[in-house]
């Protein structure tokens, strides 16, 4: 590429006449905005370790009443993006959500779409528009853009969960805001009683929908289900390289939400998965067992290959368009872990693309089943 033309060759009187006009030339920034071969990334691979979080967490239940905070949340914030940013990757937020027993984090609703992954402790609950989620460990739960939303705990100890929300796109598109609600009544319907049936759904054939429940119908995903379905799969396609499955629309098939992707992974004890190169940034947390996870850094990357382990509960943030390696550090049992990433986002917008390393020829198969 040959070199273009700089702002300082430009005269000072041309700069201020376009300035006053509130005009810039492009080509000074043109190769900044349209980087060669891969895009100018300011996520960085990171590691949040649970259980430095939890200590700090639990001291904040201490410092801060429910009542000052409304939610109580550590953000995981990456330092690609800025601490005072709040993301974990372009489009990712993430936090870790505290609920005292005895508590209740009242009822709002906003434009971002969220998702809680719990993370430990029984007796919290979520409603979402009427419906009471109860939250166990590992279970995903919705509160998908414009729904009512609050938190009540009845248990003994302390519950957490992982926040997963879109909230870095919709900022900045500036459409986020939120409203304050009311206590909700409970109808008592449990949409995973209708709809966790494998290859069943009781979508409506003689009536046309209708409400907020017509476009979620499932709003928690028991990881007892899921966690059996990739057993499941494991025992039954034995050579299959990547056990793993996509939390889906079940009426739909679609993305369970409209712009990030959450997905659960099984390594088989003490495989090694190699994955390629995607487009989108996604987001790991352990739900069983132990991981090893290394990040490459492909030529081109801002970041330096980068190894981290997982245990339980831990979180991790991995740039797009780079290849990472999962490890099982158990040669006994299997490790599961979520995935979030951005990839329903970037299939919406024609940018999904997955890139297989020649180094690597073991990432074909992979690639292919991605695509």
Not at 120 to 147: F, H, K
Not at 306 to 312: C, N
Request: net charge negative.
């Amino acid at each position: 590429m040959h070199a273009l033309g700089t702002l300082d060759e430009l005269p000072p009187d041309y700069r201020q006449a376009l300035s006053a006009r509130n005009l810039v030339p492009l080509w000074p920034s043109l190769r900044a905005l349209l980087p060669q071969q891969r895009p100018a990334q300011r996520t960085r691979p990171t590691h949040w370790v649970y259980r430095d979080i939890r200590p700090l967490l639990l001291r904040a239940g201490a410092l801060t009443p429910i009542e000052k905070a409304e939610r109580r949340v550590l953000v995981l914030a990456n330092p690609g993006h800025g601490l005072d940013a709040m993301q974990a990757s372009a489009a990712i937020y993430l936090g870790m959500q505290l609920l005292l027993p005895g508590e209740w984090a009242p009822s709002h609703r906003h434009t971002p779409n969220a998702a809680r992954m719990v993370v430990e402790g029984t007796g919290a609950w979520t409603t979402v528009d009427g419906e009471q989620c109860p939250m166990a460990r590992g279970d995903l739960i919705l509160t998908p853009t414009g729904s009512w939303h609050e938190h009540g705990h009845d248990g003994s100890d302390p519950v957490v969960w992982l926040d997963v929300l879109d909230l870095p796109l919709v900022y900045f598109l500036e459409a986020s805001y939120h409203e304050n609600g009311t206590r909700q009544a409970v109808h008592g319907r449990h949409g995973e009683q209708a709809h966790v049936r494998a290859g069943v759904s009781p979508r409506p054939l003689f009536a046309a929908p209708s409400g907020r429940h017509a476009r979620y119908p499932l709003l928690r995903y028991p990881w007892a289900e899921t966690r059996a379905a990739l057993q499941t799969l494991a025992a039954g396609q034995p050579t299959l390289e990547a056990v793993q499955v996509t939390y889906v629309h079940p009426e739909s098939g679609a993305d369970a939400e409209q712009i990030l992707g959450f997905h659960a992974l099984m390594l088989r004890p003490g495989q090694t998965l190699a994955l390629p190169a995607r487009s989108p940034a996604m987001v790991l947390h352990q739900i069983d067992g132990g991981s090893t996870v290394h990040i490459d850094a492909p030529a081109g990357a801002a970041h330096a290959a980068t190894t981290y382990p997982l245990d339980e509960a831990d979180t991790c943030a991995i740039p797009g368009y780079t290849p990472v390696t999962l490890a099982n550090r158990s040669t006994t049992e299997p490790a599961f872990l979520f995935v979030a990433d951005e990839s329903p986002l970037h299939r919406k917008l024609g940018l999904y693309e997955v890139r297989p390393d020649a180094t690597r020829p073991e990432l074909d198969a992979v690639a292919r089943g991605a695509q």
